[in-house]
């Protein structure tokens, strides 16, 4: 029995690589994205400090796209999210879908403590 399962596996994993199918691999991707180092808030826009070093990232594209995707669902009935705009959130993860602007994500972290901040002002 075991060498029937061991068989009927090995010929599932053959067929699936005959199909083009990729097994998952941990591996770093490019991508594209912008960053900031800034101290204090977002919305203060002052430059770090021994104190107050944060970082922001911006990202675009295929890596926005999965990140958008993996969260789910939209959130409703908050400001920006409308039939074109779609927008998701977790904890200080922002993710937006629009047809004209394509998928963006920001995020950020306090370099100082290493906590996770938000990326971008609402």
């Not at 107050?52 to 993996?70: D, H, L, R, T, W």
């Not at 998701?88 to 879908?97: I, K, L, M, P, W």
Request: charged share 20%.
């Amino acid at each position: 029995m075991k060498k029937i399962f061991a068989a009927l596996a090995l010929m599932a994993c053959g067929a699936a690589l005959a199909r083009g199918a990729h097994p998952w691999a941990f591996e770093y991707r490019p991508f594209t994205g912008s960053y900031n180092i800034f101290g204090g808030t977002l919305s203060e826009q002052v430059p770090p400090t021994k104190r107050s070093k944060n970082i922001a990232y911006y990202v675009k594209g295929a890596v926005a796209k999965q990140m958008f995707e993996a969260m789910g669902p939209d959130l409703k009935d908050v400001p920006g999210a409308d039939g074109e705009q779609r927008i998701r959130q977790r904890a200080h993860v922002n993710c937006s879908f629009s047809p004209r602007d394509g998928y963006s994500c920001s995020f950020g972290f306090d370099l100082i403590t290493g906590t996770s901040i938000a990326g971008t002002e609402c």
